[in-house]
C-alpha cells in the first residue's frame, strides 16, 4: 500500500513489453519496502512526469526514437529540482567506453544491462529507494523543525509584548498606587486643620483673636480641598474631551503679572530672586484656563527651588508664535524622569513626609490645556540639582478691540424667598444660615418630593435645586415646576457637583435659569440670585 509520502520510480521505455516486464518485476518488492511506480513511453512524457513529482530514481532506456535517453537525462539534470534524481540506463547491447562516459556525463549512475538479472535490480532499488526514503523524512523532519521554530518566535514576540505590557501595567498600577497614597495625604492634612479649628472655634471660653484664626484655616484649608477636587475633575474633563473653551483675546503678559501678584500676595515670593520680563503678546484662549497653566508652573518653580533660588518669567513672541518661558535654579528633573514628567500620576521621588505635597498631576493637567488650545509645551532639565524649564508656545492672536466694561451683577440688593433643596443636610444648614445673613426668607427641603410640594405652598421667588436629589431628581423637579402653571414662573438655579457642558444643556432643557458648580463660592451665588432677580422684575 503506497501513501503520498512513499518514494516514487519513473520507468522510461518506448517498448511496451520491455515496460511491462519491468514494472511487474519492481512490483514484486513494493510490499519490503513501500514505493510507487510510474511509466512514460518516450522523453517527452518522462520530462512530463519530473516535472510534477520528485522521484527516488529513474529507470530510463537509452536507445528510444525521437529524443533518446542521453537527451532525456540531460533535460532532466538541467532542472535545478531534478538535477540529483539518480539516472539508471538499461540498454540491450553492451556500452563501449565513449557511451558510457557519455551516458555519466549527462548524470547517469548506473548502467544495466538486458536481460536484467533481478538480483542486482533488487538491490540497486532498495538502495536508491532508502535513501530517498531517509531524504522525505529528513525534510518533513525540517518542515516541523520550521514550523516549530516559526511558533516559537511568533511565541517569543507574543511573550515579549506581554512582558512589555505588564511591566507597563506593574509601573501604572505603582504610579496610581502612589498617587492614591498622596492623595490620602493631601486630603488629610488639610481636613486634620479644619477638625482641629473646629475644634478651637468649639472651646468654652476660647478668644476672639483664637476664634478668628481658626476660621482663617478653615476658610485657606478649604480653598486648598477645592483646589485639589478642581485638578482632579479638570484633568479628566481635559482627557475625556469633555471641557469646553471660553476664548476671548488675552494679552498673555498682563495675565502672567496678574498670577505673580498673587503669589506675591501670598508671601511665596518670599526669599527668593524673581525676574519677569514680558512683552504684549496676545492669544484667543480661555483666560480661566491659562491662568491655571501660568499658576501651575509658577507654583512647580516655588515648590521645587529652595529660597534664595532663582526664578525667571519670560513672557513675549518668538517665530509667529507667544512663548511662555519659566526657569528655575532648584531641584531639577533627572534624566529618566523628564521624558515622562508630562505623564498623568508622575512626580519624582517623594516620600509620604515630604515638605512639598502635590498630587503630580499639575503638569499633565497643562499639557492637556495646552494642547487643547492647539499649543505645545517641553520641559528642559541638565539634571537633579541643576534646574529646570518649561516652555509653552500657542498661536498668537489679534489685539482685543478697546470695549466699554459692563457693569457686574453685585450682591442682592432685594430680600426673596428662596427654596433651598439640598439632600446634604450640612450643606443645606450652612447655605440657609449664610442667605439668612442677607434678610432672605429660607425654606428648605431635603429632597425632589417635598420641594415640590413646598413649592406649591410656599410660593418662593427663587429655587435652588441639587441635581442629585433622592426620590426624584433635580432635573424632574425643574420639569415638574415649569410645567405647573402656579410654579412655572419660580425662578430656578441647579446646584451641582458636575461642570460638563452635557450637564449644563441638560439643566437648560429642563428649564433651569442658571447652572452653579460646587463648591458654590457665596458671592457668585449672591450674584446668581441678583441676576434671577433682574429677571423677574424685567417680566
Known amino acids: 500500500m503506497t501513501t503520498r509520502e512513499d ?48 522521484f527516488a530514481m529513474i529507470l530510463l532506456d537509452v536507445n528510444m526514437p525521437g529524443m533518446d535517453g542521453f537527451e532525456t537525462a540531460e533535460a532532466i539534470h538541467a532542472r535545478p529540482r531534478s538535477s540529483a534524481v539518480p539516472i539508471i540506463f538499461i540498454t540491450a547491447y553492451h556500452a ?26 533488487r538491490a540497486k532499488v532498495g538502495v536508491f529507494v532508502a535513501l530517498a526514503r531517509k531524504n522525505l523524512e529528513l525534510r518533513q523532519q525540517a518542515l516541523k523543525l520550521n514550523q516549530r521554530t516559526d511558533e516559537l518566535i511568533a ?33 488629610r492634612n488639610p481636613l486634620n486643620a479644619i477638625n482641629s479649628a473646629i475644634a478651637v472655634i468649639g ?31 479638570d484633568l479628566s474633563r481635559v482627557m475625556s474631551g469633555k471641557i469646553m473653551l471660553s476664548r476671548q483675546p488675552i494679552e498673555l503678559g498682563a495675565l502672567v503679572a496678574s498670577c505673580v501678584d498673587t503669589f506675591r500676595t501670598t508671601g511665596r515670593t518670599t526669599g527668593y530672586l524673581l525676574e519677569i520680563d514680558t512683552e504684549i503678546a496676545w492669544v484667543d484662549a480661555d483666560p480661566t484656563r491659562i491662568e491655571q497653566v501660568i499658576t501651575n508652573l509658577l507654583d512647580n518653580a516655588f515648590k521645587y527651588t ?8 519670560h513672557a513675549g513672541q518668538e517665530d509667529g508664535k507667544v512663548v511662555l518661558k519659566i526657569r528655575d535654579s532648584g531641584v531639577g528633573i533627572a534624566a529618566e524622569l523628564l521624558p515622562h514628567v508630562f505623564d498623568v500620576f508622575v512626580q519624582g521621588e517623594s516620600s509620604l513626609d515630604r515638605a512639598q505635597g502635590g498630587l503630580g498631576i499639575g503638569l499633565a493637567l497643562v499639557r492637556q490645556l495646552i494642547e487643547l488650545h492647539g499649543g505645545s509645551i517641553e520641559a528642559h532639565s541638565d539634571g537633579s540639582g541643576l534646574g529646570s524649564a518649561f516652555i509653552v508656545r500657542l498661536p498668537s492672536a ?30 443645606r444648614d450652612m447655605m440657609s444660615t449664610m442667605l439668612a445673613e ?64 452635557e450637564v449644563q444643556r441638560l439643566a437648560v432643557a429642563a428649564g433651569f435659569d442658571l447652572h452653579l458648580v460646587k463648591p458654590v463660592n457665596f458671592e457668585q451665588l449672591l450674584v446668581a440670585i441678583g441676576q434671577c432677580q433682574k429677571q423677574a422684575v424685567g417680566n
Open 96 to 121: 563501449d567506453e565513449m557511451n558510457r562516459l557519455k551516458g555519466y556525463q549527462t548524470g547517469a549512475a548506473d548502467y544495466l544491462f538486458t536481460p536484467i538479472i533481478p538480483q542486482i535490480l
Open 306 to 313: 529652595p529660597q534664595g533660588g532663582d526664578i525667571r518669567i
Open 438 to 501: 442677607y434678610g432672605h426668607v429660607i425654606l428648605e427641603a431635603a429632597d425632589g418630593l417635598e420641594g415640590l410640594r413646598i413649592a406649591a405652598q410656599g410660593k418662593p421667588d427663587i429655587a435652588l435645586v441639587d441635581i442629585g436629589l433622592p426620590t426624584i431628581d433635580g432635573y424632574e423637579v425643574a420639569k415638574r415646576l415649569r410645567a405647573d402653571p402656579a410654579t412655572a414662573d419660580i425662578r430656578l438655579i441647579a446646584l451641582t457637583g458636575y461642570g460638563l457642558a
Open 7 to 54: 518514494p516514487k520510480i519513473l520507468v522510461v521505455n518506448d517498448d511496451p513489453a520491455s515496460l511491462l516486464a519491468l514494472t511487474s518485476l519492481l512490483s514484486q518488492w513494493v510490499s519490503e519496502s513501500p514505493y510507487e511506480i510510474l511509466t512514460a513511453r518516450s522523453g517527452e512524457e518522462a520530462l512530463r512526469h519530473v516535472l510534477q513529482d520528485d
Open 155 to 187: 511565541t517569543n514576540a507574543r511573550l515579549g509584548i506581554e512582558i512589555k505590557e505588564r511591566r507597563q501595567a506593574v509601573r501604572e498600577n505603582k504610579a496610581k498606587d502612589d498617587f492614591l497614597a498622596m492623595l490620602g495625604h493631601e486630603l
Open 398 to 427: 489679534a489685539p482685543a478691540q478697546l470695549r466699554q466694561p459692563a457693569t457686574h451683577a453685585g450682591a442682592t440688593a432685594l430680600q426673596c424667598r428662596i427654596l433651598l433643596i439640598e439632600d446634604n443636610e450640612d450643606g
Open 203 to 233: 472651646f468654652a471660653g476660647v478668644n476672639a483673636e483664637s476664634a478668628n484664626r481658626a476660621r482663617a484655616i478653615i476658610a485657606r484649608q478649604s480653598r486648598h480641598l477645592s483646589r485639589i477636587v478642581d485638578d482632579l475633575l
